[in-house]
């Protein structure tokens, strides 16, 4: 992902051959076969798109991730919006195939749960909010888009701190 953001244009079919198996897989976890193709490649053509503007000092698997989480989200709001029956919501944590990848993906879960103590009350409120697709009643919208992203800018300062990524 370094040499992709350097410009390095050779870097793209192994940067899309390590990405897309695990951001499929994700997704697939998510939503239904037919809606993760086309989610996973939203999120790369994103990533892509934003290659240039990569921090090299973030994984760039947790960026393609979160990307894919946000694309995810997209598509189910999305779909309620179409009056299409909505995505039943599946557990992204159901257990893979593969055994370490279980373990590690539950190190990430309570890595998480870890840093989402150190927040203060407020900012653990709204990211639950936002992980629950819901706005509190009593806040108004732009009120919570700037809790949110205040939010967020929190927990990944701790990220860092805590877990150095």
């Given at each position: 992902?370094?040499r992709?953001?350097?410009g390095?244009r050779?870097a793209?079919r192994?940067v899309?051959?390590g990405?897309?198996?695990e951001l499929?897989r994700?997704?697939?976890?998510?939503?239904d076969e037919?809606?993760?193709d086309?989610?996973?490649?939203r999120?790369l053509?994103?990533?892509?798109?934003?290659a240039?503007?990569?921090?090299?000092?973030?994984?760039?698997l947790?960026?393609?991730?979160a990307l894919t989480a946000?694309?995810?989200?997209?598509?189910?709001?999305?779909?309620?919006r179409?009056r299409?029956?909505p995505l039943p919501?599946?557990?992204v944590?159901?257990?893979p195939?593969?055994?370490?990848r279980?373990v590690?993906?539950?190190r990430?879960a309570?890595?998480?749960?870890e840093?989402?103590?150190?927040?203060?009350?407020?900012?653990?409120e709204?990211?639950e909010a936002?992980?629950d697709?819901?706005?509190p009643?009593?806040v108004?919208e732009?009120?919570?888009?700037?809790?949110?992203?205040?939010?967020?800018?929190?927990l990944?300062t701790?990220?860092?701190?805590?877990?150095g990524?």
């Amino acid at each position: 992902m370094r040499r992709l953001a350097d410009g390095d244009r050779d870097a793209a079919r192994p940067v899309f051959s390590g990405l897309w198996p695990e951001l499929r897989r994700f997704a697939a976890r998510a939503l239904d076969e037919e809606a993760a193709d086309d989610v996973a490649q939203r999120a790369l053509v994103t990533l892509f798109g934003e290659a240039a503007g990569f921090d090299p000092a973030r994984d760039a698997l947790a960026w393609g991730l979160a990307l894919t989480a946000w694309e995810v989200r997209t598509e189910r709001k999305r779909r309620t919006r179409a009056r299409l029956d909505p995505l039943p919501a599946r557990d992204v944590t159901t257990a893979p195939d593969d055994p370490s990848r279980e373990v590690e993906e539950r190190r990430r879960a309570a890595a998480l749960h870890e840093t989402l103590a150190e927040l203060p009350a407020l900012d653990r409120e709204t990211i639950e909010a936002v992980l629950d697709e819901r706005r509190p009643d009593d806040v108004a919208e732009a009120a919570f888009r700037k809790r949110k992203e205040r939010a967020l800018g929190r927990l990944r300062t701790i990220w860092r701190l805590v877990h150095g990524e």
